[in-house]
């Protein structure tokens, strides 16, 4: 069965670092890209960033650039999202998810079921 | 940035009607030499994580059932769901994958009137 399973739930002080995690399973790791997708309380969906597994080619939406890191683990079928300084507005659930393969990838077709995050002083 | 822009916010069906759901890319995301468009539909309930309905615009995922339908093409595309049931109560979202940025719309609340 394929699986995304993120980390636990975590509570922080604005500036302290974080590293969250998308620990993947039940298919070939490398020939997928995954993305790390936002959600803010009561909000919708936001697109942070994506990293392929082949070559780990990463790239970041415009308002996460420099403000977040994305990296895997090749050696345990794993990507991550870091913080090196949190803010209060990085409060929200984030959500790792798998592109579609194949020839043409497509779609977010498995979903990590969700690391909350809260940040406050 | 591909600008995605879904209307309704939101609406209110009774059971058994017809709920449509549109959403406009900002440029095309047909790409013309594969006639596919780059977009994708999620459905989320509270508290879960969002599900793949459609990609390629109108390719159902397996196990969706046939009541959802999506449709269109270059930038306007739809959700279509034909007889609305107490479960389809979510939010819905589109998204391109044209552009290496995704980009989702704002999401759409369908609630049973």
């Known amino acids: 069965e394929v699986q995304l399973v993120q980390s636990g739930a975590e509570v922080k002080k604005p500036g302290e670092s974080l590293k969250i995690s998308c620990k993947t399973s039940?298919?070939?790791?490398?020939?997928?890209?995954i993305g790390w997708v936002r959600q803010m309380p009561g909000k919708g969906l936001e697109f942070m960033g994506v990293?392929?597994?082949?070559?780990?080619?990463?790239r970041y939406s415009p308002s996460s650039q420099g403000q977040v890191t994305i990296s895997a683990d090749k050696s345990i079928s794993t990507v991550y999202l870091q913080w090196s300084s949190l803010k209060a507005s990085d409060t929200a659930i984030y959500y790792c998810?798998?592109?579609?393969?194949?020839?043409?990838?497509?779609?977010?077709?498995?979903w990590g079921q969700g690391t909350t995050v809260t940040v406050s002083s | 940035d591909i600008v995605m822009t879904q209307s309704p916010d939101s609406l209110a069906v009774s059971p058994g009607e017809r709920a449509t759901i549109n959403c406009k890319s900002s440029?095309?995301?047909?790409?013309?030499?594969?006639?596919?468009?780059?977009l994708a539909w999620y459905q989320q309930k509270p508290g879960q994580p969002p599900k793949l309905l459609f990609y390629?615009?109108?390719t159902r995922e397996s196990g969706v059932p046939d009541r959802f339908s999506g449709s269109g093409s270059g930038t306007d595309f739809t959700l279509t769901i034909s007889s609305l049931q107490a479960e389809d109560v979510a939010v819905y979202y589109c998204?391109?994958?044209?552009?290496?940025?995704?980009?989702f719309g704002q999401g759409t609340r369908v609630e049973i009137k």
């Open positions: 998810a798998r592109r579609q393969g194949g020839n043409y990838p497509g779609g977010l077709d498995v």
């Open positions: 039940g298919y070939t790791f490398t020939n997928y890209w």
């Open positions: 990293i392929y597994l082949r070559d780990s080619d990463t």
């Open positions: 440029q095309s995301i047909l790409y013309n030499s594969e006639n596919r468009n780059y």
């Open positions: 390629w615009a109108s």
């Open positions: 998204q391109q994958y044209y552009d290496i940025l995704w980009t």
